[in-house]
Structures are given as structure tokens and as C-alpha cells.
């Protein structure tokens, strides 16, 4: 029982450490990017999508290079699921959540994500070819938006001088981020272990849910703010980066494989095309559709914690 509480409070610690110190990191991020004159557009784009996916590449990656394959993939794709089910749905529920024609596109894009990272993991294994792959893919992705969105660019001047004490406070909360994400891994690994279930099953939960935690702030302060945009919009662009950049990232450092994700895969579908059409028909997500979420989710963790062959 010890063992377990150590190993809790190991989970705990890293996921507290990977939210403030991404936190931290995301502003400082932002704030470089505009002393050193990045338009505001490829911020937005960009960096704050990078920011709030920061506890997922950092944790997935390490769980990757020590061959802890089942957290790395379990992250990915239960962060995927997380964030529509449980924090889409806890948003909407709050109050429906309106978020205009291009969340609707872009949610196609995320469809278009997952549907790829399906057919490279056809075979039972995401390469390092595959990894390649999925990074690229999220390079044209960002090639498309930034020339959707390059009439609304304006110019934009350096609001102040880059000094190396901002480059050492970025390494710094870097570090600390890989410091929280070893504890998590440390901590999910030897729960799976003690607890005879896989470590997909930790990483798809405990570990998604706590590594989702900037998504759901935002969205949650989106829906009390009535920002719908804000809510659904961070959603998608991190379920995005969850599929193309932390899997690639994940997978070019050791092949993963991908047998242990049927359910998740399936279930994300069945969460993720209602979101599409509701998006096309409605503009936003209503409270419907919430309750529609958080059972499914509800359904998941019985499914996922009976032991329910995947």
C-alpha cells in the first residue's frame, strides 16, 4: 500500500509541476515571441496550440525513449478523448457554446488527423517513418492556416530586447517540465504494474486527464465567459496536435505499438463526428450534445477499468 501511495503522490507532483510549469513556459513563450517581433498571427497559431500541448508532447516523449509504450500512446489518444468527451462536454453543459463557421473547418482538419494516424497504425505500429509522416502533416496543416489567415497579418514591431535571461528561464521551466513528466511516468508505470492493469489504461486516463488540464481551464473559461470559440477552438487545435505532433514526436523516438487503441480510437469517432455535425448544422455545441459527451465518457472508464478486452 505504501508503494502505491508513493507512486500516487509521484503522479500528483508531476501533473501539478507539468500544469504550472507549461503555464509558466506557454506565457513565456508568448512573451519572447513578441520581443522578438513574431506577428501575433503565428502566436495564436502557433505557440498557444504548442503551449497548452506542452504536458502531453513532454510526458508522451519521455514515456517513448524509457519504452514505456503504453503510457506514450494512452496519453496521446486519452487526451484526445478527454477533451471532447469530459471537457467539451463539462463546457457546454455550463452553457452552450457557439463557435462559428472556422471551428467547423478546422474540425474537419482534426478529423482528417485522426483518420491518418489510423491508417499508419493499420499495421499495429506507428514508425519512425510514421512519426515523420504525422510532423509533416502538421507542417502542411500550418502552411494552410497561416495563408487562410495571412490577409488579416499585420505588421508587427518588437516590443522590447530578448535577453539571455529569458532564454535561461525558458531551459529552466523546460527542464522542470521533463522533471514532472518523469515522476508521471515513474508513478503510472509502477501503478500498472501493481495493479495488474495495462499501462495503456493509466496513460488514457490518470495521466490524459492530468496532462489536459490547461485545455480544460481554457475551455472552462471560455464557456463561464461565453467565448464558445475560445472553448471549442483550443480544443480542436490541441486534438490536432495531439494526433500529428505528439504521437510523430513519440514515435520517431521508438516505433510505437498501437494494439492496445482499438476502444479509444473507436470511441473518440463516436464523440468526435457528432461534434463535427453539430458544428456544421448549429455553429456550436449545445447542452444536448454535452450530456451526450460526459456519458460517453462515463461509459469509457467502466469499459477501460473492467478490463474489457481492447
Given at each position: 500500500m505504501s508503494g502505491l501511495v508513493v507512486w500516487a503522490f509521484s503522479i500528483f507532483t508531476g501533473i501539478t509541476i507539468l500544469v504550472l510549469a507549461g503555464d509558466r513556459l506557454s506565457d513565456k513563450i508568448i512573451e519572447v515571441a513578441m520581443k522578438a517581433g513574431i506577428s501575433p498571427l503565428v502566436i495564436s497559431i502557433v505557440l498557444v496550440s504548442l503551449s497548452t500541448t506542452l504536458p502531453e508532447i513532454t510526458t508522451s516523449a519521455l514515456a517513448s525513449y524509457q519504452g514505456?509504450?503504453?503510457i506514450a500512446l494512452g496519453n496521446a489518444l486519452g487526451s484526445i478523448f478527454a477533451n471532447i468527451a469530459l471537457i467539451l462536454g463539462l463546457a457546454s453543459m455550463i452553457r452552450p457554446l457557439r463557435a462559428g463557421r472556422s471551428a467547423y473547418e478546422n474540425s474537419l482538419v482534426m478529423l482528417a488527423s485522426l483518420v491518418f494516424l489510423i491508417l499508419l497504425s493499420v499495421d499495429g505500429t506507428l514508425s519512425r517513418l510514421d512519426g515523420a509522416m504525422l510532423l509533416s502533416a502538421y507542417g502542411v496543416y500550418l502552411v494552410w492556416l497561416l495563408r487562410k489567415h495571412a490577409r488579416s497579418e499585420v505588421d508587427w514591431e518588437?516590443?522590447?530586447?530578448?535577453?539571455?535571461?529569458?532564454?535561461?528561464l525558458l531551459i529552466i521551466l523546460g527542464l522542470l517540465l521533463v522533471g514532472g513528466?518523469?515522476?508521471v511516468v515513474f508513478g503510472g508505470k509502477n501503478i500498472a504494474k501493481a495493479l495488474g492493469v495495462s499501462e495503456?489504461?493509466?496513460g488514457a486516463t490518470v495521466v490524459a486527464i492530468g496532462t489536459s488540464l490547461p485545455e480544460m481551464t481554457n475551455a472552462l473559461y471560455g464557456a463561464l465567459r461565453e467565448r464558445g470559440s475560445i472553448s471549442v477552438g483550443n480544443i480542436i487545435g490541441a486534438n490536432i496536435m495531439n494526433a500529428l505532433v505528439v504521437l510523430g514526436i513519440a514515435s520517431l523516438i521508438r516505433p510505437l505499438q498501437t494494439g492496445a487503441s482499438v476502444l479509444t480510437v473507436v470511441l473518440v469517432l463516436f464523440a468526435m463526428i457528432p461534434m463535427i455535425v453539430s458544428l456544421r448544422r448549429t455553429g456550436g455545441?449545445?447542452?444536448?450534445i454535452g450530456a451526450y459527451f460526459l456519458i460517453l465518457y462515463v461509459v469509457y472508464l467502466v469499459l477501460i477499468f473492467s478490463g474489457v478486452e481492447l
Amino acid at each position: 500500500m505504501s508503494g502505491l501511495v508513493v507512486w500516487a503522490f509521484s503522479i500528483f507532483t508531476g501533473i501539478t509541476i507539468l500544469v504550472l510549469a507549461g503555464d509558466r513556459l506557454s506565457d513565456k513563450i508568448i512573451e519572447v515571441a513578441m520581443k522578438a517581433g513574431i506577428s501575433p498571427l503565428v502566436i495564436s497559431i502557433v505557440l498557444v496550440s504548442l503551449s497548452t500541448t506542452l504536458p502531453e508532447i513532454t510526458t508522451s516523449a519521455l514515456a517513448s525513449y524509457q519504452g514505456v509504450n503504453g503510457i506514450a500512446l494512452g496519453n496521446a489518444l486519452g487526451s484526445i478523448f478527454a477533451n471532447i468527451a469530459l471537457i467539451l462536454g463539462l463546457a457546454s453543459m455550463i452553457r452552450p457554446l457557439r463557435a462559428g463557421r472556422s471551428a467547423y473547418e478546422n474540425s474537419l482538419v482534426m478529423l482528417a488527423s485522426l483518420v491518418f494516424l489510423i491508417l499508419l497504425s493499420v499495421d499495429g505500429t506507428l514508425s519512425r517513418l510514421d512519426g515523420a509522416m504525422l510532423l509533416s502533416a502538421y507542417g502542411v496543416y500550418l502552411v494552410w492556416l497561416l495563408r487562410k489567415h495571412a490577409r488579416s497579418e499585420v505588421d508587427w514591431e518588437p516590443s522590447g530586447d530578448v535577453k539571455a535571461f529569458d532564454y535561461a528561464l525558458l531551459i529552466i521551466l523546460g527542464l522542470l517540465l521533463v522533471g514532472g513528466a518523469e515522476m508521471v511516468v515513474f508513478g503510472g508505470k509502477n501503478i500498472a504494474k501493481a495493479l495488474g492493469v495495462s499501462e495503456f489504461v493509466i496513460g488514457a486516463t490518470v495521466v490524459a486527464i492530468g496532462t489536459s488540464l490547461p485545455e480544460m481551464t481554457n475551455a472552462l473559461y471560455g464557456a463561464l465567459r461565453e467565448r464558445g470559440s475560445i472553448s471549442v477552438g483550443n480544443i480542436i487545435g490541441a486534438n490536432i496536435m495531439n494526433a500529428l505532433v505528439v504521437l510523430g514526436i513519440a514515435s520517431l523516438i521508438r516505433p510505437l505499438q498501437t494494439g492496445a487503441s482499438v476502444l479509444t480510437v473507436v470511441l473518440v469517432l463516436f464523440a468526435m463526428i457528432p461534434m463535427i455535425v453539430s458544428l456544421r448544422r448549429t455553429g456550436g455545441l449545445d447542452r444536448r450534445i454535452g450530456a451526450y459527451f460526459l456519458i460517453l465518457y462515463v461509459v469509457y472508464l467502466v469499459l477501460i477499468f473492467s478490463g474489457v478486452e481492447l
